[in-house]
């Protein structure tokens, strides 16, 4: 398993990878993304897992952050979002792209990585726990539709 930053060359597994943990969005909403991520100077990152040479098995994004949940130093290394194909699941490759996460934000200054998912994502949760991520602070969004004065929406 190969470890390494995303090339331009990578683009369309990256796509594919993105497509997959985030189907809501548009495939020109990702493609938008990833190129607005790759002109950020250094404030973001990108790393694919590969095994033999070929084959990729995950991806994970990470970016420098001002502040985060339950972080007291400045910046501090965001996972993003992180992804791996079903069938490479449980084999170590969060852990590997989590560690090169670890290393670059390091490398940037950062003391304290942080991340988030929905508080429902069991699996998400579980995963994170078992790299040794705490769970900083619980929130829940909440959101309502504004009636005009007269009641209607």
């Known amino acids: 398993m190969n470890v390494r930053e995303v090339l331009p060359t990578d683009h369309d597994a990256w796509l594919a990878m993105r497509s ?5 969005c548009t495939p020109e909403r990702h493609v938008t993304e990833m190129r607005d ?8 990152a990108t790393f694919v897992a590969i ?7 995950g991806f994970i994004e990470v970016s420098l952050r001002s502040s985060a949940e339950g ?3 400045r910046p501090v290394g965001y996972v993003e979002g992180i992804f ?15 560690t090169a996460t670890q290393n670059w934000a390091a490398s ?26 705490d769970i900083a602070r619980q929130l829940i969004h909440f959101r309502r539709t504004i009636s005009d004065a007269t009641g209607n929406v």
């Open 51 to 57: 095994q033999s040479g070929v084959e990729f098995c």
């Open 84 to 98: 791996v194909w079903p069938a490479f699941r449980r084999q170590g490759v969060g852990r590997q792209l989590v």
């Open 37 to 44: 991520y790759a002109s950020r100077n250094g404030s973001f």
């Open 108 to 133: 940037h200054g950062c003391v304290e990585l942080a991340s988030d998912c929905h508080a429902d994502n069991e699996a998400s949760i579980r995963f994170h726990r078992q790299l040794g991520f």
């Open 71 to 73: 972080c007291t130093s």
């Open 20 to 24: 997959a943990l985030w189907p809501h």
